[in-house]
């Protein structure tokens, strides 16, 4: 079964720092992972995914089979981003494919 | 801007009643989402749609909820009858399908049972 855990309910870093929200997967094929944000007010919308290996607002993630793990990082934290933010798993399961959440990590930027 | 649209925004309703919340995807998308968030289990995948046939609504109650697509443009999820447990934000998505495909969202549908 796809599994996608966030072990972080909150999140909270000052401006300018460093910021790491953790995502661990479970799932026995090749998954296709993503990071989804939900700004305050705003409806749920895709920020990254790894297959197309790019920086979107200055995050980053890297799929690590190893680890299992497709943890999002950003050098230095805005205001702005402060939000909810969601992996998820895409891949088959019985046939047909899901696309599975983790529960949410909420970060708060403060000033 | 094509966007996911989901009717009413909001929903006070008292225990016992049926609620129905529906969803009209992107125009050309052959698949359809329905999620649950709640602040202890974040989002929950309740059933999905590919081309208006059910996938998958195994992470759904059985005995109180049921989800349809009646046509390529609305989708809809009812509840009957509603409990208080039900009370959380329902979020309808729709995208092209296929693994690795990207999940458009609806604003979502704020259910209160009272």
């Known amino acids: 079964a796809q599994r996608v855990t966030q072990p972080e309910k909150l999140l909270s870093v000052f401006k300018g720092a460093p910021v790491e929200l953790k995502c661990n997967y479970s799932y026995s094929g090749s998954p296709e992972l993503f990071w989804y944000v939900q700004y305050s007010r705003q409806r749920l919308q895709l920020l990254l995914r790894h297959i197309s290996r790019e920086s979107i607002k200055g995050f980053t993630a890297d799929l690590n089979k190893g680890e299992t793990s497709f943890h999002l990082k950003k050098p230095f934290a805005q205001e702005e981003d402060s939000a909810m933010y969601y992996c998820?798993?895409?891949?088959?399961?019985?046939?047909?494919?899901?696309?599975?959440f983790g529960k949410g990590t909420k970060l708060t930027v403060n000033p | 801007d094509a966007r996911v649209t989901q009717t009413p925004r909001h929903k006070v309703t008292e225990m016992g009643q049926e609620v129905t919340m529906r969803c009209q995807p992107i125009l050309g998308h052959n698949t359809v989402f329905w999620y649950r968030q709640t602040m202890m289990q974040g989002l929950e995948l309740l059933a999905y749609f590919r081309n208006r046939a059910p996938l998958d609504d195994s992470g759904m109650p059985k005995d109180r909820f049921s989800a349809e697509m009646p046509d390529a443009t609305l989708a809809t999820l009812k509840i009957q009858p509603s409990e208080p447990r039900d009370s959380a934000v329902y979020f309808c998505?729709?995208?092209?399908?296929?693994?690795?495909?990207?999940?458009?969202f609806g604003q979502g549908t704020r259910l209160t049972v009272v």
């Open positions: 998820a798993l895409s891949g088959l399961q019985g046939g047909s494919e899901k696309l599975v």
């Open positions: 998505a729709s995208g092209l399908g296929g693994v690795g495909t990207e999940a458009f």
